[in-house]
């Protein structure tokens, strides 16, 4: 299992329609083949800050969601309400203590 890591900024106006959206369609994402779990963050310090974070049990799993029409719909309207270009880093969980 790895884990996806999404930094997303957006602008201070937009994110009451950012969030709508993830509302919407969290459950479809998190319904898609091999994804084990996802969570949304928001920045304590600076609010227009979010990260998302998502567990993949294969890095084709992610591939496949990211070739996804339903990546195609998230991304077209998710991209049109940024501030600033996101950043992802795909890191291997190493250890976990719950």
């Known amino acids: 299992m790895f ?3 999404v930094k997303l900024s957006f602008h201070q106006e937009n994110i009451p329609a950012f969030l ?21 963050y ?9 990260f998302t974070y998502s567990y993949w049990e294969t890095e084709q799993d992610l591939e ?7 990546f195609d719909e998230v991304w077209t ?9 996101p950043e992802a880093w ?3 969980k190493l250890a976990s203590l719950i």
């Not at 993830?22 to 091999?34: D, L």
């Not at 928001?42 to 979010?50: G, M, R, T």
């Not at 496949?64 to 339903?70: E, G, M, T, V």
């Open 3 to 5: 884990v996806r890591i």
């Open 20 to 40: 709508a959206n993830f509302e919407e369609i969290k459950e479809k994402i998190r319904a898609s083949k091999g994804n084990r779990l996802l969570e949304l």
């Open 42 to 50: 928001q920045d304590k310090n600076n609010p227009c800050i979010f």
């Open 64 to 70: 496949d969601y990211r070739n996804s029409a339903l």
């Open 77 to 85: 309207f998710t991209k049109k309400l940024f501030n600033d270009k």
């Open 90 to 92: 795909s890191v291997d």
